[in-house]
């Protein structure tokens, strides 16, 4: 991470995504922001407010309904040289530009051998818990992790938010930014005014402890370490570690993690079958197997399309849920 002096500001998750696509943007001239109603509108949850006032809308472009086109557009200004942000309006929106990430932005530098490298972000509003219609809570995270070329990072804090996406604009190839929309203005926290990196592929541990390792990402990253301070009062000493980058996975946290407490439980609201929980598991399986005293559990949306309106609570995973699963894996 980058030294940090200077003055803070007090933000909430969405207002750190603003601003730390100002900073880039005041920084890096060949960084541009494009989407739907970025600009005069500035955006959905107005994470881009006022960019266009500052940047011009030769730097913030509002682009039509057409998320194929956005995401394909920003591969050829990346391979020439651009910094290009696009913005999805919700994860649920961006199945039609599927084709143009996966077949273009993950293989160009391979494609080309190296002649090219395509440096672009997209960022999406992703997850539950906000009432939404469908479409608009998605957690499939997992189809961009599977696929070789993309880094996908998701924070869970103000002060991260700032950072990975710092880290994210510059790194030279693309990266899916995805950002838990249910924690967008749930809690402020202090920001360093001034522009700074957090490295991408590394973990954070929120909570150390000695006798579970819970890993998760954001907004599950709060119930579960809600459910780690419920179990202290019951002497249960829990680790918990927010991965904030899905792709690459820090193996190395979650390997020590557990070579330390022996039990583990992974947290994500995607669905169960395919979720990241499987490959985690199969990952300590490999390398820590002799380390393991008891079944990994797994605390995650079930295998349904995403359910609507109250539904909702009965679909996400929660405090309670997240304290049963890790009391059992325990006592076992």
């Known amino acids: 991470m980058s030294q940090q002096t200077g003055q803070t500001q007090s933000l909430t998750l969405v207002q750190a995504v603003r601003d730390g696509l100002y900073r880039e ?49 920003a591969v050829g200004m990346a391979a020439y040289g651009l910094r290009p942000v696009t913005e999805i309006q919700f994860m649920g929106f961006i199945y039609p530009a599927f084709d143009q990430i996966v077949s273009h932005a993950a293989r160009l530098r391979t494609r080309s051998r190296g002649r090219f490298s395509c440096p672009m972000v997209i960022r999406a509003p992703y997850g539950g818990g906000i009432r939404a219609p469908e479409h608009h809570s998605e957690s ?19 002060h991260d938010t700032k950072g990975l996406l710092a880290s994210a604009i510059r790194d030279p190839d693309p990266v899916i930014f995805l950002e838990p929309k249910l924690i967008y203005r749930a809690f402020r926290e202090d920001v360093p005014e001034e522009a700074y990196a957090v490295p ?21 990253t709060r119930p579960t370490i809600e459910a780690a301070e419920n179990l202290a009062e019951e002497g249960i000493d829990c680790e ?21 407490t022996g039990r ?8 169960k079958t395919g979720g990241l929980a499987g490959e985690i598991i199969a990952t300590l399986q490999e390398d820590v197997l002799l380390y393991q005293e008891a079944p990994i559990g797994r605390v995650t949306g079930f ?30």
């Open 25 to 73: 943007m005041d920084r890096d001239e060949d960084v541009i922001v494009m989407g739907e109603d970025v600009g005069e509108n500035g955006g959905v949850f107005r994470a881009t407010q006022g960019l266009i006032d500052e940047f011009g809308d030769q730097r913030v472009i509002d682009t039509p309904l057409a998320e194929a086109g956005i995401v394909g557009t």
């Open 140 to 158: 499939t995270e997992a189809f961009f992790v599977h696929q070789p070329g993309l880094k996908v990072v998701i924070p869970s804090t103000p």
């Open 240 to 260: 918990v570690i927010d991965l904030r980058t899905l792709s690459p996975l820090d193996e190395e946290t979650i390997v020590e993690s557990f070579e330390k």
């Open 303 to 332: 295998d349904v399309p995403f359910p609507l309106y109250a539904l909702e609570d009965y679909y996400l995973p929660e405090a309670a849920r997240i304290e049963d699963e890790i009391r059992e894996t325990v006592a076992f």
């Open 264 to 271: 583990a439980v992974v947290v994500h609201e995607a669905p």
């Open 200 to 220: 991408l592929g590394e973990a954070a541990v929120r909570r150390e402890g000695s006798d579970v390792s819970v890993f998760t990402w954001g907004a599950m």
